[in-house]
């Protein structure tokens, strides 16, 4: 006998996809989400109403990737997920959830009127911005690709996060 600590199971491969697409997705569409408000919230939107109009966004994107997942694993199985596979399901699509976070502590710092309602959006968007780029570098270090390749993927991808806020500006 041996005292080695008990094998943990290994987390998949699909799984840790899934839950970085998500958290992706989340940020990207919660940013998305702050511009739209930006644009067509005035001095008189309360923060607060801006946190339910988040909440209801980010909520309605998490229903429909539970859903999404749910019937995928239906169709690929032939069966409702179930134990490890739907603590997976949930982990994954609750990335959306979490990637809002950020944006609705800052508000709720404006709810308390500790900053302006509008500072606070602007702060939330620009830390999205920010949550894009950690997520890739952390994605990226990972790689085997030249330091080079992985700083153009995350200017990439923060350059996105740029690109939702100039267009939703400007579009709406």
Do not use: N
Not at 37 to 47: K, M, V, W
């Amino acid at each position: 006998m041996t005292d080695a600590a008990p094998a943990t199971e290994p987390v998949e491969v699909e799984h840790v996809v899934a839950m970085l697409r998500e958290r992706l997705y989340g940020a990207i569409s919660c940013l998305a989400t702050l511009a739209i408000l930006a644009r067509y919230s005035d001095e008189e939107t309360s923060a607060l109403a801006r946190i339910l109009d988040i909440a209801v966004a980010t909520g309605g994107l998490w229903a429909a990737s539970l859903l999404s997942h749910f019937v995928a694993q239906m169709a690929v199985f032939g069966k409702a997920p179930r134990g490890r596979h739907w603590i997976q399901l949930m982990q994954a699509s609750g990335q959306i959830l979490w990637a809002a976070v950020p944006p609705v502590i800052v508000l709720l710092l404006a709810v308390f009127d500790l900053l302006d309602t509008d500072t606070a959006m602007w702060i939330g968007m620009w830390t999205l911005v920010g949550e894009l780029g950690v997520i890739a570098f952390l994605a990226m270090r990972r790689t085997r690709l030249p330091w080079w390749q992985q700083a153009i993927s995350v200017t990439g991808l923060v350059g996105l996060g740029l690109l939702v806020v100039g267009i939703k500006t400007l579009a709406h």
